[in-house]
């Protein structure tokens, strides 16, 4: 079975210094791999993939994420955190071999961006 | 302007009475997908279709039913709800199932007494 984990339940990070979250999935088959962030009352927005190709994602907002086979990680960085960047986080990985191509989430990150 | 609506965004409702939340997108999407999210536990998929008249049960899909009449609709349905499937709750659709990312509607808050 597939499964992602994000080890991470909060990040603090200081406006202006890198923000780095944690991924880190399971799955049987080729992943395909997501970030979404959600802000408060609000729906999922999408922020990258990973699904073949190079290892370095960019994605919106400045965001970028390196999908490394090895060590099944998929971790979202940005080089310069701004307090807007403040959101809930959830990495996804889709596993082709399972049933509908299901798509599992993490448990999410809470990032918090201080100025 | 493309996006994935749902109705309604608040719902307090008491044990056992039927309600269903819609669900429609405007993308000409083929795969649909209804989740629930609670704290700590993520996103959680309750059922999908990934086409008209095509459905199947996601991991919790215990106490909802949905129907994929056509393209554009998802409703789901609580046919006699209970306190446990208090939560929030999300419509997402994408192009295809496989390398396509997902467009999520903005949520529903569900609560059952």
């Known amino acids: 079975a597939q499964s992602v984990a994000q080890p991470e339940d909060q990040v603090n990070v200081a406006e202006g210094n890198p923000l780095t979250v944690k991924c880190t999935y399971s799955v049987s088959g080729n992943p395909y791999l997501f970030w979404y962030v959600q802000y408060p009352n609000r729906g999922l927005q999408f922020l990258l993939k990973?699904?073949?190709?190079?290892?370095l994602v960019k994605g919106s907002y400045g965001f970028e994420a390196e999908f490394n086979k090895s060590q099944t990680s998929f971790h979202l960085k940005k080089p310069s955190a701004l307090v807007s960047d403040s959101a809930l986080y959830f990495c996804a990985v889709r596993d082709m071999s399972a049933a509908g191509n299901k798509l599992t989430f993490g448990g999410g990150t809470r990032v918090l961006v201080k100025p | 302007e493309a996006q994935v609506t749902q109705n309604p965004r608040y719902l307090i409702t008491v044990t056992g009475k039927k309600l269903t939340v819609t669900c429609s997108q405007n993308?000409?999407?083929?795969?649909m997908s209804w989740y629930r999210q609670d704290p700590g536990l993520g996103l959680r998929q309750i059922y999908y279709?990934?086409?008209?008249?095509?459905?199947d049960k996601g991991d919790v899909p215990e106490g909802y039913k949905v129907s994929r009449k056509e393209k554009r609709n998802f409703p789901l349905i609580l046919e006699s709800p209970s306190p446990n499937q208090t939560s929030l709750y999300f419509c997402?659709?994408?192009?295809?199932?496989?390398?396509?990312?997902?467009?999520f509607g903005p949520g529903t808050r569900l609560t059952v007494t």
């Open positions: 993308m000409n999407h083929e795969y």
């Open positions: 279709s990934m086409n008209v008249e095509v459905t």
């Open positions: 990973y699904i073949t190709g190079d290892n």
């Open positions: 997402a659709s994408s192009f295809r199932a496989s390398t396509s990312e997902q467009y």
